[in-house]
C-alpha cells in the first residue's frame, strides 16, 4: 500500500473539507463551480477553485482514491512543489479545453442564429434567464438548442482532469506496471491501460458517462481530455529537460 505523502495529503483534506461544506453551505456550489466565461456567474477564480469542488459522494470518492492512488508514487519521486505544479495545471488544462468546447458549441448555434436575423445581445439575454425564442426552431435543430442552453449555463466541478494528468504521468514514468480495475481483473500494462481508459472515457462521454468523474454533464469528458493532454505535453518536455527529473523540494 502507498505511503500517503504531504502535499497528496493536503489535496485530500481540502477536497474533503470542500464537499463537507458545501453540503452546509449551498453558497459554495454558486461562487466554486467553474462556469463558462460568458457567463456573468463565471468568476476568475473558478478554474482552480472548481477542482476542489465535487457534485456527490461517488464523484469525491473515486476521485480522491485515484489522487492517493496515483499521486503519493509521483509526488515520492518528484517531490511536492513539483507534483503540486503538475497537479495545478493539468486541472487548468481541462478547465480550458472545457470552456473552449463550451465556447465553439455556444457560438456555433449563436453564429446561424445572426445570420438569420436575430440579435446576438437578445440571444444571451435570453439565455441567461433560462428561456429561449421559438422561433430559432426554424434554423436550429432541438439539440443544437439544446446543448446552446447547457452549454452556456454549464457548471464544472472536480478534480478529474488533475487526475487524468497523473494517471498519464504515471504511465510515462511506470510504463510496464500492471493496473488493473474491478471490470479488468488481469493486470494490464499502464502504457496500455492508461490510453484505453481515455479512449474509452471519450467515447462513453459523448454519452454523458465517465470513469473519474461520476456523472456526465455531456461535455465533461473533454476536460478530462485536457488534463491527460497537458499532462502529456509536461511528461514530455520534463523528459527532454534532465534539470527537471530532480526533485523540487
Known amino acids: 500500500m502507498n505511503q500517503i505523502t504531504p502535499v497528496v495529503k493536503q489535496l485530500l483534506v481540502v477536497n474533503i473539507i470542500l464537499f463537507i461544506a458545501s453540503q452546509f453551505m ?86 446561424t442564429l445572426v445570420l438569420n436575423g436575430f440579435n446576438e445581445k437578445e440571444i444571451f439575454e435570453l439565455l441567461q434567464a433560462g428561456r429561449i425564442d421559438l422561433r430559432w426552431q426554424e434554423y436550429v435543430t432541438a439539440g443544437g438548442i439544446q446543448t446552446l442552453g447547457s452549454s452556456y449555463l454549464s457548471m464544472a466541478v472536480g478534480a478529474s482532469g488533475a487526475i487524468y494528468g497523473l494517471l498519464v504521468a504515471f504511465a510515462f514514468m511506470f510504463p510496464n506496471a500492471g493496473l488493473a480495475m ?29 470513469f473519474f468523474g461520476g456523472g456526465g454533464t455531456g461535455i465533461a469528458h473533454f476536460a478530462h481530455i485536457g488534463g491527460a493532454i497537458v499532462g502529456f505535453l509536461l511528461m514530455w518536455k520534463w523528459k527532454k529537460n534532465q534539470f527537471d527529473q530532480y526533485r523540487w523540494n
Open 182 to 210: 474491478i471490470f479488468i481483473p488481469v493486470p494490464v500494462k499502464a502504457k496500455y491501460f492508461v490510453p484505453g481508459i481515455l479512449v474509452l472515457d471519450l467515447v462513453l462521454g459523448f454519452g454523458g458517462s465517465s
Open 26 to 111: 449551498p453558497i459554495l456550489k454558486d461562487y466554486l463551480p467553474l462556469y463558462y466565461f460568458e457567463n456573468p456567474a463565471f468568476e476568475i477564480w473558478q478554474p482552480i477553485t472548481h477542482m476542489f469542488m465535487h457534485g456527490g459522494f461517488m464523484h469525491i470518492l473515486f476521485n480522491m482514491f485515484a489522487l492517493y492512488s496515483f499521486g503519493s508514487v509521483l509526488e515520492h519521486y518528484w517531490g511536492g512543489k513539483k507534483f503540486l505544479l503538475f497537479y495545478i495545471l493539468c486541472g487548468l488544462g481541462a478547465a480550458v479545453l472545457h470552456t473552449a468546447v463550451n465556447y465553439w458549441q455556444v457560438h456555433n448555434v449563436v453564429g
